[in-house]
């Protein structure tokens, strides 16, 4: 069997719940302000799932889209990759529940870890797979539910207002023509600032050895994050890496015909296209809309810009994230 020479994305979907949250709506539980939210962040609304809906529901939905936009059935995965830092239980990881609700039994299924970051680090992985023959269609999502896991009290105003829900996903496979598709891809970890954004419990340092020793009050229980210092590193990080994958591949800063950031801060993204020159016709954000919806962010953004049409045969599209881990990555496709 000939193996592919290169994988590409070959349809992507997205889900978002209905119930859109704006910034006064949070306003009137937190002190806050809209003119805050969308001045700092570029927020205005964001969406919350119902009570009892999890994170693999919204996965399972973006799948289906996904795998139909790719011309495909379900029966045609043969691996499932998910990234959620909001699973619907501690353990075992969404891949299980996700693989069950799309009767998918069988096939290989896991987790990956990496926050923001996920969707870059499993499209690597899904390229792996496919590149050396593993496997034909890796179905690639990720999905967060961050609306049950944020801190509405003051003390964590500047995390909550900023997330949301949301899934997206891909179909990765073999490129139809060879030539199109991921031309490389970036990936940094720098563990020694991991706690500047980071939930502390329930990790095995921190889990109550009694569900009665630990109570909502408890920080541990909640995300933190210095804001200032990731906001910082983002720009620096997410700029250099597009540099380096740019380099890579023998193109200019001009080369990118669409840039995909990851929805973190809109500010984090114009700063990082302006080092770039790239101009508002060149980039895409949707966190206006829909927050920070972590591992899904991407996936959905690259679902919204190719159902606008914004994106064509032969573009240069790059894909970049950063969060927490320090985690980033960035990606370079001909579409
Ligand atoms: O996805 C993972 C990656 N995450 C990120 O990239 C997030 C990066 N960081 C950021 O986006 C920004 O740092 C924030 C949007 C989180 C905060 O913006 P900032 O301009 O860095 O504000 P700050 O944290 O320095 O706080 C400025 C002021 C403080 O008040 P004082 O000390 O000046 O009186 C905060 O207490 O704003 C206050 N503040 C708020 N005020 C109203 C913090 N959060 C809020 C809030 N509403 N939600």
Avoid at 130 to 151: K, M, N, P, Q
Avoid at 152 to 168: K, P, Q
Avoid at 172 to 190: F, K, M, Q, W, Y
Wanted: proline share 4%.
């Amino acid at each position: 069997m000939e193996l592919p020479k290169r994988s590409h994305i070959l349809g992507a979907g997205f889900e978002l719940p209905r119930t859109v949250v704006t910034n006064d709506e949070l306003s009137a539980v937190l002190d806050t302000s809209d003119e805050w939210i969308h001045q700092r962040s570029g927020i205005r609304e964001r969406r919350y799932v119902d009570d009892g809906e999890g994170s693999s529901a919204l996965a399972e939905r973006a799948a289906r889209k996904a795998i139909a936009a790719a011309g495909l059935e379900p029966g045609d995965i043969d691996l499932l990759i998910c990234a959620t830092l909001s699973p619907d239980v501690d353990f075992p990881g969404n891949s299980s529940f996700i693989q069950q609700r799309l009767g998918l039994a069988g096939i290989l299924a896991f987790d990956v870890r990496n926050q923001c970051s996920s969707f870059l680090y499993m499209l690597s992985v899904a390229d792996q797979y496919v590149r050396t023959g593993g496997a034909r269609h890796v179905l690639v999502i990720g999905s967060e539910v961050h609306s049950s896991g944020i801190e509405y009290a003051d003390r964590s105003r500047h995390v909550t207002v900023l997330f949301g829900d949301g899934a997206g996903a891909v179909v990765v496979g073999a490129s139809p023509d060879g030539e199109r598709g991921l031309l490389t891809i970036n990936l940094h970890c720098e563990g020694a600032y991991a706690d500047k954004l980071c939930l502390l419990g329930p990790g095995s340092l921190r889990k109550p050895r009694l569900a009665l020793d630990w109570t909502p009050a408890d920080i541990y229980g909640w995300p933190q994050m210095d804001g200032r210092f990731v906001f910082r590193h983002a720009v620096k990080r997410m700029g250099e890496c597009i540099e380096e994958a740019l380099a890579v591949i023998g193109a200019s800063k001009d080369d990118i015909r669409m840039l995909l950031p990851h929805q973190a801060n809109l500010r984090i993204n114009q700063l990082v296209a302006m080092g770039l020159r790239i101009d508002d016709e060149r980039m895409a954000n949707n966190i206006e809309r829909y927050g920070n919806t972590t591992a899904a962010t991407i996936p959905i953004l690259l679902a919204e810009t190719l159902d606008a049409g914004r994106i064509h045969d032969n573009d240069l599209v790059c894909l970049a994230a950063f969060g927490s881990g320090f985690t980033w990555a960035a990606a370079l496709l001909r579409w």
